[in-house]
């Protein structure tokens, strides 16, 4: 998962990279042409996301994720060979296309494998996949640019695409032997598959089975009458429009402030060490704190917030640019808040046709949001980009009223459910017991009062 889920991220984003090594001269892009690469991306990415998603419910999640894995990395790899914008537009919306599934995918995969209290870490370990990974490929993709100082005319972007596309094949080919959820996998025992299935029986969110055709409607009319659906969906949005301007634009950012693009490369190293530590840090500590999951969320946004402030303050003077790539850097830990509301999905989202859902509306608002970053980088506000900037900071800062606001929902509904629980006279056993027998029953985290969302507090029957 994390080795996958880096090399999508990596292959999505390396278009910026491209850009710096010539890709825009290349192909002749002019205008908003060079962002449009990337909202296309997301427009595909949208509409096929639902349908993808209930594809993963219906036949076995870890082949047909693996089928679209090596189908990404064929467009990746054809990238290569683009020769206008025509060509590179239809191969961006393809790639959107086969990446769709690829996040939702690996959380119902986390959500099927480990228990409540691992979902946050283990869903952070493969969404720390994008600095790992990309530590490992920017080696490659730095010597391949070497050589355009040292050959002239060489476009060391189509080479960077095909390294990254055949990478990206390999990893299908593998996955389809390994991923998966404990009934798919053919590397369990029929022994080891119940053991797994044992232990995330008390996360009360359903069954892990793939290949089921029973949609029941009365949970999707749930999920829209859910207020915390609504705010997940604003939360991903808004956490998205930082991350789809900095796909295209980071690597520009970057060389506007008077970097070269080998150095540029080199720069990434200490970003991709401090995301990585920061994600491990954050989920041991979510993992073994309790109450604070959320509280993070909102912390992790104050650092970014104050980066994307020094990018638009500062002019891109000799002087400055050494601060500017620093507020840069502190940009990094923005996505904690995006990835961890992921976590919340198969954490409280009970009822398969449920979860499906919310993790449909998710991903769709986080498309959304990406296709906006991308816009809001106007080629006419190059190369500062401040209105673009500008409108990221606002987007966490107003994400972060939006996690208050989601958190004071929960810890209402944890307060009227543990009041209800002391009425009735009911041990932690007997609620332990009965949210059990209802969860197999595939009920929904509404109908099942039994269940206490796992975001912020503990049930307290005292």
């Known amino acids: 998962m994390f080795f996958c889920h880096g090399l999508q991220a990596v292959d999505k984003g390396c278009v910026g990279t491209q850009a710096t090594f010539g ?25 096929f996301e639902v349908p993808s998603i209930v594809l993963l419910q219906r036949y076995s999640m870890g082949k047909l994720m693996s089928l679209y894995i090596v189908c990404w990395g064929l ?37 099927s494998w480990y228990t409540t209290r691992e979902h946050p870490s283990r869903s952070l370990v493969f969404q720390s996949g994008y600095a790992g990974v990309g530590l490992l490929t920017d080696g490659i993709v730095y010597s391949i640019g070497t050589v355009s100082y040292k050959i002239p005319g060489f476009q060391a972007w189509r080479y ?24 798919e996998v053919r590397w369990l025992s029929a022994d080891e598959k119940k053991i797994a299935n ?9 069954h892990d ?35 789809g301007g900095l796909t ?46 959320m509280w993070v969320m909102i912390l992790s946004n104050i650092l970014p917030m104050a980066g ?23 940009i990094a830990p923005f996505i904690t808040a995006t990835f961890l509301a992921w976590s919340l999905v198969p954490s409280n989202v009970a009822g398969r046709t449920k979860r499906t859902v919310v993790s449909s509306v998710t991903f769709v608002m986080y498309c959304v949001g990406n296709m906006a970053g991308s816009q809001i980088f106007q080629a006419k506000d190059a190369p500062r980009y401040i209105s673009g900037t500008t409108g990221c900071a606002v987007c966490l800062g107003i994400q972060m009223l939006f ?42 985290d509404r109908q099942n009062p039994y269940v206490s969302p796992e975001f912020t507090m503990r049930p307290n029957f005292n």
């Not at 506007?256 to 080199?266: E, I, K």
């Not at 402030?309 to 850097?329: C, D, M, R, S």
Request: net charge positive; hydrophobic share 45%.
């Open 23 to 47: 890709l825009r001269e290349d192909t002749g892009l002019i205008g908003q042409q060079y962002s449009w690469l990337t909202t296309i991306f997301y427009v595909t990415y949208l509409c």
């Open 209 to 243: 089975r793939t290949a089921v055709k029973d949609w029941k409607w009365e949970q999707v009319r749930e999920c829209f009458q859910d207020p915390t659906v609504w705010i997940a969906g604003a939360n991903a949005f808004l956490g998205s429009v930082p991350n």
């Open 160 to 183: 960077m695409s095909f390294f990254l596309g055949g990478l990206t094949i390999l990893a299908g080919v593998i996955s389809f032997f390994i991923l998966g959820t404990p009934s």
């Open 75 to 111: 467009v990746v790899l054809c990238v290569g060979f683009a020769q206008n914008f025509t060509h590179l537009i239809t191969l961006r919306a393809l790639q959107g296309l086969f990446e769709c599934t690829i996040s939702p995918g690996l959380l119902l995969i986390v959500g």
């Open 248 to 293: 295209a634009f980071s690597g520009i950012l970057v060389t506007s402030f008077g970097f070269t693009n080998l150095q540029m490369l080199v720069l990434n190293i200490p970003k991709y060490i401090f995301t990585l530590i920061y994600f491990i840090i954050v989920g041991v500590v979510v993992t073994k704190k309790k109450d604070i999951r």
């Open 308 to 330: 994307f402030l020094v990018l638009v303050i500062l002019p891109n003077e000799p002087q400055h640019k050494w601060v500017k790539w620093t507020g840069h850097f502190i």
């Open 198 to 206: 044992a232990r995330i029986l008390t996360n009360n969110t359903g």
């Open 403 to 444: 996690i208050c606001l989601w958190r004071i929902i929960l810890v209402r509904r944890n307060q009227r459910r543990d009041k209800l629980m002391r009425d009735l006279g009911l041990s932690e056993e007997d609620v332990a017991k009965t949210a059990l027998e209802m969860g197999e029953q595939d009920r929904t």
